[in-house]
Protein backbone atom coordinates (compact mmCIF):
# COMPACT_ATOMS: atom_id res chain seq x y z
CA UNK A 1 0.00 0.00 0.00
CA UNK A 2 2.00 3.28 -1.06
CA UNK A 3 -0.04 6.29 -1.24
CA UNK A 4 0.12 8.70 -4.13
CA UNK A 5 3.39 9.98 -5.30
CA UNK A 6 3.89 13.03 -7.32
CA UNK A 7 7.37 13.74 -8.92
CA UNK A 8 8.99 15.78 -9.09
CA UNK A 9 8.96 17.37 -5.41
CA UNK A 10 9.62 20.90 -5.99
CA UNK A 11 10.16 22.67 -10.42
CA UNK A 12 11.64 25.70 -10.88
CA UNK A 13 11.53 26.97 -14.39
CA UNK A 14 11.70 29.91 -16.37
CA UNK A 15 8.61 32.11 -17.94
CA UNK A 16 7.49 30.78 -21.19
CA UNK A 17 8.57 27.00 -20.64
CA UNK A 18 7.06 23.78 -20.66
CA UNK A 19 6.57 21.55 -17.43
CA UNK A 20 5.50 18.13 -17.03
CA UNK A 21 4.08 16.89 -13.49
CA UNK A 22 3.63 13.13 -12.55
CA UNK A 23 1.48 11.64 -10.37
CA UNK A 24 1.09 8.06 -9.35
CA UNK A 25 -2.09 7.21 -7.88
CA UNK A 26 -2.92 4.42 -5.64
CA UNK A 27 -2.94 1.24 -7.44
CA UNK A 28 -6.48 -0.14 -8.46
CA UNK A 29 -8.00 3.49 -7.82
CA UNK A 30 -9.85 4.13 -11.25
CA UNK A 31 -10.59 8.15 -10.50
CA UNK A 32 -7.47 10.36 -10.75
CA UNK A 33 -7.63 14.33 -9.87
CA UNK A 34 -5.75 17.10 -10.09
CA UNK A 35 -5.84 20.17 -8.30
CA UNK A 36 -3.74 23.32 -7.63
CA UNK A 37 -3.10 25.38 -4.43
CA UNK A 38 -2.08 29.00 -4.79
CA UNK A 39 -0.50 30.89 -1.63
CA UNK A 40 -3.64 31.50 0.69
CA UNK A 41 -5.82 29.56 -1.13
CA UNK A 42 -7.47 25.97 -0.95
CA UNK A 43 -7.35 23.62 -3.38
CA UNK A 44 -8.65 24.33 -6.58
CA UNK A 45 -10.28 21.59 -9.14
CA UNK A 46 -8.64 21.66 -12.44
CA UNK A 47 -9.51 17.66 -14.17
CA UNK A 48 -10.95 14.17 -12.93
CA UNK A 49 -9.88 11.21 -15.02
CA UNK A 50 -12.06 8.14 -15.07
CA UNK A 51 -9.57 5.18 -16.17
CA UNK A 52 -8.13 6.72 -18.83
CA UNK A 53 -10.42 9.13 -20.12
CA UNK A 54 -10.65 12.96 -18.49
CA UNK A 55 -14.83 12.91 -17.55
CA UNK A 56 -14.36 16.66 -16.36
CA UNK A 57 -11.92 19.03 -17.17
CA UNK A 58 -13.64 22.05 -16.68
CA UNK A 59 -11.00 22.98 -13.61
CA UNK A 60 -8.60 23.48 -16.50
CA UNK A 61 -7.31 27.71 -16.60
CA UNK A 62 -6.85 27.90 -20.40
CA UNK A 63 -5.41 25.92 -23.06
CA UNK A 64 -1.48 25.88 -22.12
CA UNK A 65 -2.71 23.55 -19.61
CA UNK A 66 -3.32 19.77 -20.83
CA UNK A 67 -3.53 16.49 -19.09
CA UNK A 68 -3.20 12.43 -19.86
CA UNK A 69 -3.93 9.48 -18.33
CA UNK A 70 -2.84 7.29 -21.25
CA UNK A 71 -2.93 3.27 -19.63
CA UNK A 72 -5.32 4.59 -16.50
CA UNK A 73 -2.70 4.91 -14.10
CA UNK A 74 -0.17 7.56 -14.04
CA UNK A 75 -1.02 11.04 -15.15
CA UNK A 76 0.84 13.64 -16.58
CA UNK A 77 0.14 16.94 -16.16
CA UNK A 78 1.46 19.60 -18.99
CA UNK A 79 1.93 23.11 -19.01
CA UNK A 80 2.66 24.67 -21.96
CA UNK A 81 4.50 28.26 -21.97
CA UNK A 82 4.47 29.05 -18.12
CA UNK A 83 3.45 31.52 -16.93
CA UNK A 84 5.07 33.10 -13.45
CA UNK A 85 0.89 32.98 -12.08
CA UNK A 86 1.04 29.59 -12.64
CA UNK A 87 3.38 29.09 -9.99
CA UNK A 88 1.21 26.70 -7.01
CA UNK A 89 1.64 23.53 -5.68
CA UNK A 90 0.10 21.09 -8.05
CA UNK A 91 -1.87 18.57 -6.18
CA UNK A 92 -2.99 15.00 -7.16
CA UNK A 93 -5.50 13.05 -5.09
CA UNK A 94 -6.98 9.42 -6.27
CA UNK A 95 -10.20 7.57 -5.20
CA UNK A 96 -11.27 3.81 -5.69
CA UNK A 97 -13.99 4.04 -8.14
CA UNK A 98 -14.66 7.76 -8.62
CA UNK A 99 -18.43 7.62 -7.42
CA UNK A 100 -19.38 10.31 -5.04
CA UNK A 101 -18.79 10.81 -1.49
CA UNK A 102 -15.16 8.61 -2.13
CA UNK A 103 -12.49 9.83 0.18
CA UNK A 104 -9.63 11.41 -2.38
CA UNK A 105 -6.33 10.56 -1.24
CA UNK A 106 -4.00 13.21 -2.12
CA UNK A 107 -0.18 12.88 -2.75
CA UNK A 108 2.20 15.15 -1.73
CA UNK A 109 2.11 17.93 -4.59
CA UNK A 110 4.44 19.26 -6.70
CA UNK A 111 5.84 22.74 -5.94
CA UNK A 112 5.96 24.46 -9.15
CA UNK A 113 8.02 28.11 -9.05
CA UNK A 114 8.04 30.30 -12.73
CA UNK A 115 10.81 32.78 -12.69
CA UNK B 1 -17.33 33.22 -7.11
CA UNK B 2 -16.19 31.74 -3.68
CA UNK B 3 -18.55 28.97 -3.02
CA UNK B 4 -16.97 27.42 0.42
CA UNK B 5 -16.13 29.95 2.71
CA UNK B 6 -13.78 29.92 6.20
CA UNK B 7 -13.47 33.18 7.32
CA UNK B 8 -11.30 32.65 10.08
CA UNK B 9 -7.77 32.63 8.28
CA UNK B 10 -5.87 31.30 12.14
CA UNK B 11 -7.27 30.04 15.02
CA UNK B 12 -5.44 29.03 18.49
CA UNK B 13 -6.68 26.82 21.38
CA UNK B 14 -5.64 25.91 24.78
CA UNK B 15 -4.63 21.87 24.63
CA UNK B 16 -7.74 19.98 26.10
CA UNK B 17 -10.11 22.99 25.43
CA UNK B 18 -12.86 22.42 22.63
CA UNK B 19 -11.36 23.64 18.88
CA UNK B 20 -14.30 24.98 16.56
CA UNK B 21 -13.72 25.57 12.92
CA UNK B 22 -16.54 26.94 10.87
CA UNK B 23 -17.62 26.90 7.29
CA UNK B 24 -20.02 28.58 4.92
CA UNK B 25 -21.17 27.82 1.87
CA UNK B 26 -23.76 29.22 -1.18
CA UNK B 27 -24.52 26.62 -3.69
CA UNK B 28 -27.87 24.80 -2.31
CA UNK B 29 -26.83 22.04 -4.30
CA UNK B 30 -23.98 20.41 -2.41
CA UNK B 31 -25.03 17.78 -1.07
CA UNK B 32 -21.75 16.26 0.75
CA UNK B 33 -19.20 17.72 2.72
CA UNK B 34 -15.64 17.38 4.13
CA UNK B 35 -12.69 18.33 6.30
CA UNK B 36 -9.15 17.54 5.39
CA UNK B 37 -6.17 18.08 7.55
CA UNK B 38 -3.31 19.49 6.03
CA UNK B 39 0.55 19.65 7.61
CA UNK B 40 3.15 21.49 6.17
CA UNK B 41 4.65 19.92 3.09
CA UNK B 42 2.39 17.26 3.08
CA UNK B 43 -1.08 16.66 1.13
CA UNK B 44 -4.59 17.22 2.59
CA UNK B 45 -5.77 14.14 4.68
CA UNK B 46 -9.40 13.13 4.62
CA UNK B 47 -10.71 13.73 8.57
CA UNK B 48 -14.79 13.29 8.30
CA UNK B 49 -17.36 14.00 6.34
CA UNK B 50 -21.15 14.46 6.38
CA UNK B 51 -24.15 13.47 4.01
CA UNK B 52 -26.25 16.78 3.73
CA UNK B 53 -29.40 14.11 5.20
CA UNK B 54 -27.59 14.22 8.16
CA UNK B 55 -26.93 17.06 10.84
CA UNK B 56 -24.23 15.83 12.91
CA UNK B 57 -21.49 13.07 11.98
CA UNK B 58 -19.04 12.02 15.46
CA UNK B 59 -15.40 10.25 14.97
CA UNK B 60 -13.53 9.61 17.88
CA UNK B 61 -12.73 13.34 19.15
CA UNK B 62 -13.81 15.19 15.97
CA UNK B 63 -17.47 15.92 14.94
CA UNK B 64 -18.90 17.52 12.45
CA UNK B 65 -21.98 19.37 12.57
CA UNK B 66 -24.50 20.63 9.52
CA UNK B 67 -27.03 23.56 9.40
CA UNK B 68 -28.35 22.91 6.00
CA UNK B 69 -30.89 26.35 6.59
CA UNK B 70 -28.07 28.13 7.32
CA UNK B 71 -25.90 26.72 5.09
CA UNK B 72 -22.92 26.17 7.50
CA UNK B 73 -21.12 23.54 8.88
CA UNK B 74 -18.34 23.20 12.14
CA UNK B 75 -15.96 20.86 12.86
CA UNK B 76 -15.41 19.75 16.58
CA UNK B 77 -12.55 18.39 17.93
CA UNK B 78 -12.62 17.78 21.92
CA UNK B 79 -9.88 17.59 23.65
CA UNK B 80 -7.81 19.22 20.90
CA UNK B 81 -4.19 18.23 21.11
CA UNK B 82 -0.96 19.64 19.79
CA UNK B 83 -0.81 17.50 16.66
CA UNK B 84 -3.92 18.44 15.29
CA UNK B 85 -2.28 21.76 14.97
CA UNK B 86 -2.45 21.71 11.48
CA UNK B 87 -4.42 23.83 8.73
CA UNK B 88 -8.21 22.28 8.14
CA UNK B 89 -10.06 23.14 4.92
CA UNK B 90 -13.89 22.26 4.61
CA UNK B 91 -14.68 20.75 0.89
CA UNK B 92 -18.12 20.62 -0.52
CA UNK B 93 -19.58 18.68 -3.33
CA UNK B 94 -22.76 17.77 -5.54
CA UNK B 95 -22.46 14.17 -5.67
CA UNK B 96 -25.95 13.90 -8.03
CA UNK B 97 -24.96 17.12 -10.86
CA UNK B 98 -21.08 16.93 -11.00
CA UNK B 99 -18.80 14.60 -10.87
CA UNK B 100 -17.40 13.67 -7.60
CA UNK B 101 -14.49 16.96 -7.55
CA UNK B 102 -14.46 19.22 -4.11
CA UNK B 103 -14.81 22.37 -4.13
CA UNK B 104 -12.40 23.65 -1.13
CA UNK B 105 -12.25 26.69 1.54
CA UNK B 106 -9.21 28.74 1.78
CA UNK B 107 -8.59 27.05 5.29
CA UNK B 108 -8.02 27.94 8.81
CA UNK B 109 -4.61 27.36 10.58
CA UNK B 110 -5.12 25.56 14.07
CA UNK B 111 -2.66 26.02 16.67
CA UNK B 112 -3.12 23.95 19.77
CA UNK B 113 -1.04 25.82 23.01
CA UNK B 114 0.56 22.66 25.20
Known amino acids: GAGVSQTPSNKVTEKGKYVELRCDPI?????LYWYRQSLGQGPEFLIY????????DSGLPNDRFFAVRPEGSVSTLKIQRTERGDSAVYLCASSPHGVGGETQYFGPGTRLLVL | DQQVKQNSPSLSVQEGRISILNCDYT??????FLWYKKYPAEGPTFLISISSIKDKNEDGRFTVFLNKSAKHLSLHIVPSQPGDSAVYFC?????????????FGTGTLLAVQP
Open chain 2, 91 to 103: AASDRVRATNKLI
Open chain 1, 27 to 31: SGHTA
Open chain 2, 27 to 32: NSMFDY
Open chain 1, 49 to 56: FQGTGAAD
